[in-house]
């Protein structure tokens, strides 16, 4: 069974920074879609940052020029750098390997809790 584990969550005032990172157990980074979602207390998850198997990074409108999200796949590591950071960025933050196809599959980490203080 594959596992995903993130760290590098916290508590940080307004304008500050946090890397997230997020370690997978099995070599399953290279092959698959990579993202990081969030959910707020009384919100639906929501995607923040996707990086394809080429390296083609995604953003949701809120956070880019802000955030990056990056892959080490000799790590089978994916991070995600937060600058800029806002009240509204508040969330526990997931990570998500995700491949499509009949061999497919969906994996989720436990979340990190980030919580940006105004």
């Known amino acids: 069974q594959v596992q995903l584990v993130e760290s590098g969550g916290g508590l940080v005032q307004a304008g500050g920074s946090l890397k997230l990172s997020c370690a997978a157990s099995?070599?399953?980074?290279?092959?698959?879609?990579m993202g990081w979602y969030r959910q707020a207390p009384g919100k639906q998850r929501e995607l923040v940052a996707a990086?394809?198997?080429?390296?083609?990074?995604t953003y949701v409108d809120s956070v880019k020029e802000r955030f990056t999200i990056s892959r080490d796949n000799a790590k089978n590591t994916v991070y995600l750098q937060m600058n800029s950071l806002k009240p509204e960025d508040t969330a526990v933050y997931y990570c998500n390997a995700k491949a499509l196809g009949l061999y497919g599959y969906d994996y989720w980490g436990q979340g990190t809790q980030v919580t940006v203080s105004s």
């Open positions: 990086v394809t198997r080429g390296g083609s990074p």
């Open positions: 099995g070599n399953i980074v290279r092959g698959s879609v």
